[in-house]
């Protein structure tokens, strides 16, 4: 099984690991873990979430996350969901995939960390309070010192995903900025999320070279490149995955054409490669070799690779060429394969 964000923030097994040895978390925590869920969270779901979220009433910093009836439900619903999974497996990459979730959510709607730190403090300290007075002194520091263990697992993930989402918007927000700047040409020259040219920039460049060509320039080739299996990735691993392979596929084919050539984004998965002055047996080579290069070398995020196959067809322009005539006859031979 996969795990979308454990691949986008890099934590591979070893980084786990890693993580684990650095909050001193091992096999014997396993056991430990099991006896708070039996003894001290599973009999005090409904008492933990009740007071949890009469804390967070009081304090009017929270009113905006659950004013809502149907709102308040659901977070009630998550947060028993979240506790009964606390420790539960923590060494698992299904336990940090929740984990960074968490972060991944509260930052899409803009929860400060400072709450953020509260409500998990606040938490830990209910979840204390329910430790059987009865149990010895050295069972319930057992408790203790694994809850202020896992507690800061789930903290440091959650506040990891957090900052990185908020760092992937900030930087979001500067390129729109940076567009903004240069609004009419970079709209209509790149296409900003793969880093090809934009549909009405090939278009253009394909007019362009076909003026050229009616006052005797050389003729030119114009290839469909459709990038197969990107949907998929979509699928399994969710859009923001699927638009860095997206973005790493283009970037397999640009160092292969001339800076006198231009490949364009035409829609979704599709891309117009416009080859100047090279005729159709010259093309059919470069064609073969971008395919080629996709089947020997697949696509890799973090350590987890991609294989993407390049799809591509083919038409060479004639005299008198207008651009529909150009297109309609790409159309025709796309269909007809």
């Known amino acids: 099984m996969d795990y979308p964000l454990c691949l986008l923030y890099g934590f591979t097994q070893t980084r786990i690991d890693e993580m684990l040895r650095l909050m001193e978390l091992g096999e014997r925590d396993q056991g430990i873990a099991a006896q708070l869920q039996s003894q001290v969270i599973l009999p005090g779901l409904s008492e933990i979430t009740e007071e949890f979220y009469k804390y ?42 929740d984990r960074l979730r968490v972060g991944v959510t509260h930052s899409r709607i803009n929860m400060p960390p400072r709450l953020y730190e509260c409500a998990y403090t606040k938490l830990k300290q209910l979840i204390v309070e329910r430790i059987p007075v009865s149990m010895d002194k050295e069972n319930r520091n057992s408790l203790r010192g694994f809850l202020d263990r896992i507690i800061s697992l789930d903290m440091a993930l959650a506040l990891e995903s957090y900052f990185q989402s908020r760092i992937d918007t900030m930087q979001a927000s500067l390129s729109e900025l940076e567009a903004a700047q240069e609004k009419a040409r970079k709209q209509s020259i790149i296409d900003m999320a793969t880093g090809a040219a934009s549909r009405n920039a090939v278009l253009g460049f394909i007019k362009e070279c076909l003026s050229t060509q009616h006052k005797g320039g050389e003729p030119i080739s114009v290839a469909m490149c459709r990038l197969e299996d990107i949907q998929q990735v979509n699928t399994d691993y969710g859009r923001m995955v699927g638009d860095v392979v997206l973005k790493k596929a283009v970037e397999k084919i640009l160092p292969l054409i001339r800076k006198s050539d231009m490949l364009g984004r ?72």
């Open 266 to 337: 035409y829609g979704g998965t599709e891309f117009l490669l416009v080859l100047r002055a090279v005729d159709s047996e010259r093309a059919d080579k470069i064609m073969k070799k971008l395919a080629d290069n996709f089947a020997e070398a697949p696509i890799t995020i973090k350590d987890k690779q991609f294989s993407i196959k390049l799809k591509t067809w083919l038409t060479s322009t004639m005299d008198n060429d207008e651009l529909p005539v150009v297109l309609s006859r790409l159309d025709q031979v796309v269909r007809s394969r």
């Open 56 to 97: 967070l009433q009081i304090h009017r910093e929270f009113y905006e996350y659950f004013t809502a009836g149907e709102q308040l439900t659901r977070m009630t619903e998550m947060q028993q969901q979240y506790l009964r999974s606390l420790g539960v497996n923590f060494h698992a990459p299904g336990y940090f995939e």
